[in-house]
């Protein structure tokens, strides 16, 4: 069995990754992921990533990634809100897995890390959203994730669809 290795990256470690992370973006997206785009266009995949990195060098965002064989299959971003009076709360947003790497735990294991990371960072509110029915939903649900409603017609898929938007939290203990 390969290892997988876990690690936060800096601004510039995620510049010089920027083609693997585009890969596993794009390779979810191509399996009709619903996660902000519609189609597999490299330019504006590429574009997020680029804004990534700024928010990373900024301090607004922490990235997570794991890597098989020292190539990054797997992503998780944790985004500090920047409202004072959400400075207590963290979304989690990009929690994507290469499809050559599904079924490994990579998933829950880059959610937990993320989690952690919140905690350690006094976050003791945790927020995200998800297509609703998608198998993302019940790996939330098994972490303990709580739903708190779903938005209808809330984002296109890939096909052109609307679909529904299950939004979810989770009350962490800060340090501990």
């Given at each position: ?111 937990g890390r993320a989690e952690r990371l919140a905690e350690q960072e006094g976050k ?53």
């Amino acid at each position: 069995m390969t290892t997988i290795t876990y690690s936060l990256l800096t601004a510039e470690e995620a510049a010089k990754g920027q083609d693997e992370l585009y890969n596993v973006l794009s390779a979810c997206v191509a399996l009709g992921a619903s996660i902000g785009f519609v189609s597999n266009e490299p330019a504006p995949m590429k574009q997020f990533w680029t804004g990534v990195i700024a928010s990373l060098a900024s301090g607004e965002k922490r990235l997570l990634v794991a890597r098989r064989q020292q190539k990054i299959v797997g992503t998780v971003i944790v985004e500090f809100c920047g409202k004072p009076n959400g400075s207590h709360r963290a979304e989690i947003a990009k929690l994507l897995v290469h499809p050559d790497a599904r079924r490994q735990g990579i998933a829950r294991e880059l959610l937990g890390r993320a989690e952690r990371l919140a905690e350690q960072e006094g976050k003791t509110l945790l927020v995200l959203d998800t297509r609703s029915g998608d198998a993302a939903e019940q790996l939330y649900l098994a972490q303990g994730w709580q739903v708190c409603g779903q938005i209808p017609y809330f984002a296109l898929s890939t096909r052109g669809e609307p679909e529904a938007t299950t939004v979810m939290y989770k009350q962490v203990t800060a340090g501990v």
